[in-house]
């Protein structure tokens, strides 16, 4: 098996990686963190992402295609 500080430094960047996601999420959402969080990273269908202020609209491919070809490009975001 795996040494318990090999697990304690994994879980260690688990929840490192987890808080950017959240931070970046709820910065680029305009959602408060304790939103993000209680979302547990999950997965959601079109209408109930749209209720929890994770997506603006359903599109079509070809509505999507037009839409980001018309959409300014975002300043990368780093945690660094």
Known sequence: GFTEA??????????????????????MRGIPQDVVRGTEANTYMSEKAIQLGLADSMMTKADYTTHI??????VPYSPY
């Open 69 to 74: 070809f018309k959409t300014p490009v975002l």
């Open 6 to 27: 090999f697990l304690t430094d994994l879980q260690e960047r688990i929840d490192y990686l987890y808080s950017v996601f959240v931070e970046f999420v709820s910065e």
